[in-house]
């Protein structure tokens, strides 16, 4: 099973508006990511949890604001958020980091609209 | 961040073409992986590759590691109208311990029945 699970599929929000994006494997991996992807565009890293502590934060804005509550579980909770904030966000997963041959496997994405 | 230069950036050809597609970095990776993205779907994981000179197969699609550990090429054989989307490279760098995946900008392939 090579399944990363997001939900949902699609999210329309106001500038005003909390939401939260859910991310989930099973694959026993220790290593999650959140990547934001604009349309023709390769994904851009945003967020990396090793072992459920953030390692990375590419300077992503306030408004973005990541959790992983457990190793199988990784949240993105978003508030006021702007319109250009529009696109496809990425959850992958892989295992431990410390291994450099690591393969990362990606969920289908939730395509944000913010209005 | 540092992005892989990917070539071509588009192709359009005819069912049953072979294609093929590379990407070259001026730094040294210990691991390329090959993606296929379908409009609104999340990359999926095609090829993984882990050592220089490495030849790896996929039904129709054969990936290679570089031996200079700076590039990867991956071609599909026989293509056909389901192959279309969009064919992104990433690769981890030597030493890298933090996850970070580099990527190609892709390349658009568009097959013609």
């Known amino acids: 099973d090579t399944e990363v699970t997001q939900t949902p599929k699609h999210l329309v929000m106001g500038m005003t508006n909390k939401k939260s994006l859910k991310c989930e494997q099973h694959m026993g991996h220790r290593a999650m990511y959140w990547y934001k992807q604009k349309a023709k565009k390769p994904p851009e890293l945003m967020f990396v949890y090793s072992y459920e502590k953030l390692s990375i934060n590419e300077s992503v804005p306030s408004r973005f604001s990541p959790e992983c509550p457990n190793s199988s579980l990784l949240n993105l909770h978003l508030h006021a958020l702007q319109p250009e904030d529009s696109a496809l966000y990425l959850c992958?997963?892989?295992?431990?980091?410390?291994?450099?041959?690591?393969?990362?496997?990606f969920g289908q994405g939730t395509r944000l609209t913010v209005v | 961040g540092q992005q892989l230069n990917q070539s071509p950036q588009s192709m359009f050809i005819q069912e049953g073409e072979d294609v093929s597609m590379n990407c070259t970095s001026s730094?040294?990776?210990?691991?390329w992986l090959w993606y296929k993205q379908d409009p609104g779907e999340g990359p999926v994981l095609l090829i993984a590759?882990?050592?220089?000179?490495e030849l790896t197969s996929n039904g129709r699609l054969t990936a290679q590691f570089g031996i200079t550990r700076k590039d990867s090429f991956l071609n599909i054989s026989a293509s056909i109208p389901s192959d279309v989307g969009i064919y992104f490279c990433?690769?981890?760098?030597?030493?890298?311990?933090?996850?970070?995946?580099?990527f190609g900008r892709g390349t658009q392939l568009t097959v013609w029945p």
């Open positions: 992958a997963s892989s295992q431990i980091l410390d291994r450099e041959n690591t393969e990362a496997f």
């Open positions: 730094s040294i990776f210990n691991t």
């Open positions: 990433a690769g981890r760098k030597r030493g890298s311990t933090l996850g970070r995946l580099y």
């Open positions: 590759l882990y050592k220089a000179g």
